[in-house]
């Protein structure tokens, strides 16, 4: 059975994690000021407590290249080595502490 037919069969708790769900695990218990929400398969960043939204193509450069490094050390591989280059120069003095 195909993953589209599988995931209409089934209730979405039994669905397997995806690395995108996993993104945002992360994302949202490291970013506090932030919230990943996708719709379909359009990306959004909400704020939460506010009425704001908008298209992850609007991320700040620091967002963006978050979520790039969360997505990064998901995909390296067990007991890889991961070389991040200055991520200060872009990434938030408050999540910089916090992580």
């Not at 669905?15 to 995108?20: G, I, N």
């Not at 070389?83 to 938030?92: G, K, R, S, T, Y």
Request: with cysteine; net charge negative.
């Amino acid at each position: 059975m195909d993953h589209k037919r599988e995931r209409i069969l089934q209730p979405e708790a039994s669905w397997p994690e995806t690395r995108l769900a996993a993104v945002k695990e992360i994302w949202d218990s490291t970013i506090i000021a932030r919230t990943l929400l996708y719709k379909g398969v359009s990306l959004y960043v909400t704020v939460p407590g506010q009425d704001i939204e908008y298209p992850g193509d609007e991320m700040s450069d620091g967002e963006r290249v978050l979520f790039y490094l969360i997505g990064q050390c998901l995909e390296a591989p067990s007991n890889g080595i991961i070389i991040i280059d200055e991520p200060e120069l872009h990434i938030h003095k408050a999540v910089l502490t916090r992580v």
